[in-house]
């Protein structure tokens, strides 16, 4: 009987811990592969984003440079769950919300004053080794613009 339970429990806890690795693709450490992306020139690039868990909401802090090359850095903490919360450090917006739309989907949204800047979908790789983020915005001149930004998993 203690074999049986002690082999129940490891498989438990196997199960368990791979549940909660694998819950989300989307966490970790995601470093731009300039490479593969497109912007426009001048465009502001997040170089790093990190997303990790912190209590029950996911922290996105974001290092990069602006369309003149000087450093950037933001953060947001929130859920997946379309609702606007907070940017931190980001002059072009004040709000952020992130929609789940499947296991490696989600829709986000950038707004400042009240007002949608940029959409954009990301999507993680099958292989869990790539995510890529499409953002359509409008430029000072009214102009749409069209980025997409491929990144490597650290």
Known sequence: ???????LTVAALFVALTTCFAANPHLGTWKLNEAKSKFSPGASKNLAVSYETVGESIKATLDGVDGDGKPTHNEWTGKFDGKDYP???????????????DERTMEVTVKKGGKVTITGRIVISADGKTRTITTHSTDSAGKKVVSTAVYDKQ
């Open 1 to 7: 009987m203690k074999v049986r339970s002690a082999v």
């Open 87 to 101: 940017v931190a450090g980001d002059p072009g917006s004040d709000m952020r919300s992130y929609k789940k739309i």
